[in-house]
């Protein structure tokens, strides 16, 4: 019998993007995500990077193998009244998210980026 244990850490998904400067603008000047890294095996080769706000991590990949567009992530937000009032503020021409609270006792702000993924960043009511 082993002693030892499998233990998961946290996730990092990779969403699928087609124009750097609209991911970019998005992520990095709307949503206020931190430029980690940048990588391509060539210049004229496919972007992958890294985003980061905080602890929460996020790949972008210009790489038609790495996923599918049309993905899906929940962000677990502490304050999302701020959020919410900071993208608001920022008047993005593209996107003026609601706050909407869920049967399933969350609030939640979900925002779509130029290539067909959604980011909904939630608050749990049951505390």
Known sequence: ????KIIMKN????????????????YLAFLEFVLDWEH????DLPLYMQISYGN????????HG???PGG????????????????ISKKYKYARPCIDT?????????I????????VFFENLQK
């Open 40 to 43: 391509r095996f060539e210049d």
């Open 112 to 119: 779509g980026d130029p290539f067909g993924n959604r980011i």
């Open 1 to 4: 019998m082993s002693t030892s």
């Open 72 to 87: 899906a992530i929940r962000i677990e937000v502490e304050n999302l009244e701020l959020l919410h009032s900071n993208l």
């Open 11 to 26: 996730t990092t998904p990779i969403l699928r993007i087609f124009d750097e400067e609209k991911a970019k603008e998005f």
């Open 102 to 110: 869920t049967p399933w006792n969350s609030r939640e702000v979900s």
């Open 56 to 63: 929460c991590i996020i790949h972008l990949s210009e790489h």
């Open 66 to 68: 790495d996923c599918c």
